[in-house]
């Protein structure tokens, strides 16, 4: 079998296994609470919150899908003209072309370059933060968390680059089957370190304080047997307002964080509900899930690429022989961002199917319907949310339940529970 059949072959294997993946880790027999009970909710939130969140969300709106058309046009225009090509060859002219300034410094000016068309979206959306008192940042400090961002994505990205690149080189029947490997190995091992490594790059972590709320979550952690060491307290506070929790990495970097600004707006009960989610995404193995199904998706992609790369038209638009050199990374991107825009909405519903699991955790084993509602409310108040979003926008890439559904599916675990 020649080197484009094993190809067809493994990325054969990998959609099956993403589909079967996708069939047993994800819980889809979940659907959401009734319409009429969040509508109901809808009603019983103050009509000024709903109407400000509203008014915050459509001001972010126009510049949203813009940086996303931005991105498409430049992505386009980069990757299926030979105008990307000549930009990666321009930077690498002064190191007289050769190919691993091509491959690193090349290719990041192509994605830097690609960044400043959108930019000034970044900005104006700044500027509706700060207008709407949800942003605690000087431009100062969003231009070095810019900063920050562009360095930690110019060193992964310059190891990516150079293995890729290299294996190209060196085997040039057969890069997709190492790239393939690759790229699944570098999403586990990113989703691996993230915590310890890029985390702490931008916010710093401190173990809660002792106290009573302390006690209370460490005893919730033991009576839902999830090993955690510890809660941790982010600095977001610096940034924002706005109230989060999440967990990250897995095995020995799996963490609890919880924002300071949660702590400050919050009722203890309110934050041991949060902390009660995010104990359900813990203990359904959330993050490793996601870590998985995101290195088979990384490892398709690579071998799709290496397929539809040997496209001619493709390569004749880009003005490239091969979809393996560096000159083609445009087209890659491009092929990439063209993905990325179908990915979304299936990476969202998959998402909010695991909220609904986290939540519906939270409740069983908080027990406190009450609370989960209060804080549903509090989290929408606080952070400006539309509790009811335009319904194309919720489908196309909304993450989490939106705050009727959550506050509907807690009256509903209370119906039943009879509380
Ligand atoms: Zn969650």
Known sequence: MTPR??????LAGLVVALVVA???LVPWSRPPAPRVDQLAALRDLPAEQVARGREFRSALRPGGWAALAVGLLVALAFGLTPLGGRLVELVARPFGG????????????VLFVADLFTLPLAAWRQTILTRYGLSTQGWAGWTVDLLKSYAVSAVIGAVALLGFYTVTRLAPRWWW????AGAAGLVVLLSFVLPVLVEPVFNRFTPMEPGPLRTELTALAARDQVPVRDVLVADASRRTRAVNAYVSGFGPTRRVVVYDTLLREATPAEV??????????ARERDVLTGTLTGALGAAA???ALYLLGSAGPLLRLAGVDSIAEPRAFP??????TMAGLVATPVQAAVSRRVEARADAHALALTGDPATFEAMQRRLAGVNLADPDPPRWEFLYSASHPSTVERMAAARAYAREAGR
């Open 5 to 10: 059949g094993w190809a067809l072959l493994t």
């Open 22 to 24: 996708a069939a047993l």
């Open 98 to 109: 050769h190919w691993t300034a091509q491959a690193v410094l090349g290719a990041m000016a």
């Open 177 to 180: 089957a190492l790239g393939a």
């Open 272 to 281: 041991t509900s949060v902390v009660a989610h995010e104990l359900g995404h």
């Open 301 to 303: 992609a690579v071998v």
């Open 331 to 336: 087209l890659v991107i491009a092929l990439v």
